[in-house]
């Protein structure tokens, strides 16, 4: 089943929805079907590659919440 990514149209909010056949998503928050698929931007990391690490001040690469991955609404 793949996951998407959407932001509603209605409120803003940004979730991930896992897609079953036959359902629609729904935004969580304000429950609108209004909802605009976003562009997935994910990373690949190597054995024995190094990149910086996130700032704990800069947007998390996922989601863009400010705070850094420890931050991340996706993530509770």
Known sequence: MP????KCGS????FEHITRAGVAPACPKCQSEELEKQ???FAVG???SSS???PADSPCASCGIPGGP???GMRN
């Open 46 to 48: 190597a054995a024995g």
């Open 39 to 41: 562009l997935s931007v």
């Open 11 to 14: 409120c803003g909010h940004r």
């Open 3 to 6: 996951i998407y990514e959407y």
């Open 52 to 54: 910086p690490g996130i």
């Open 70 to 72: 420890g931050a991340c």
